[in-house]
């Protein structure tokens, strides 16, 4: 559930569509989180396969041992990859909230710097 909370957050965010170099991060970021949750699901498959087999080959310590040792290696590069994904997820949200700072405080200093009429008679 909580990492189908932060795939909706990052797809979704603030909606708001951004040129040039923030732009490109953004993408970058939305494309690893993308690489991440799709490599997540195929360490996903992989675990119920080494399950499957384990239950299949129970007969066989030495097969079972392996096995085992096979499928925490797989639980622990899932777990990794969770991690990197909430990290990305993060860093987007970071992004996105400098970059609406950023743009607040530009937008801030041209209504500062455009020039103002005097009173008209």
Same mark, same amino acid.
């Given at each position: 559930? @909580? ?10 965010? %603030? ?10 991060? +953004? ?9 991440? @949750? +799709?490599? #997540? ?6 675990? *119920? =396969?080494?399950?499957? +087999?384990?239950?299949?080959?129970? %007969? ?7 096995? =085992? @040792? ?10 990794? #990859?969770? +991690?990197?994904?909430?990290?990305? *997820?993060?860093?987007? %949200? ?10 607040? *405080?530009?937008? =801030? ?10 009173? @008209? #008679?």
């Amino acid at each position: 559930a @909580k990492l189908k909370a932060l795939d909706f957050y990052a797809q979704h965010g %603030d909606g708001t569509l951004r040129s040039g170099q923030a732009q490109q991060i +953004e993408q970058n970021l939305v494309k690893a989180m993308a690489t991440a @949750k +799709e490599r #997540l699901a195929d360490l996903d498959d992989k675990m *119920v =396969q080494l399950r499957q +087999e384990m239950a299949q080959r129970l %007969d066989d310590p030495k097969v079972r041992a392996n096995l =085992q @040792k096979e499928l925490n290696a797989w639980t622990i590069s899932r777990d990794l #990859l969770h +991690e990197q994904y909430e990290q990305a *997820v993060h860093d987007l %949200d970071y992004h996105r909230g400098v970059h609406a700072k950023m743009t607040n *405080v530009y937008e =801030q200093q041209e209504k500062k710097a455009a020039p103002t009429e005097g009173p @008209k #008679l």
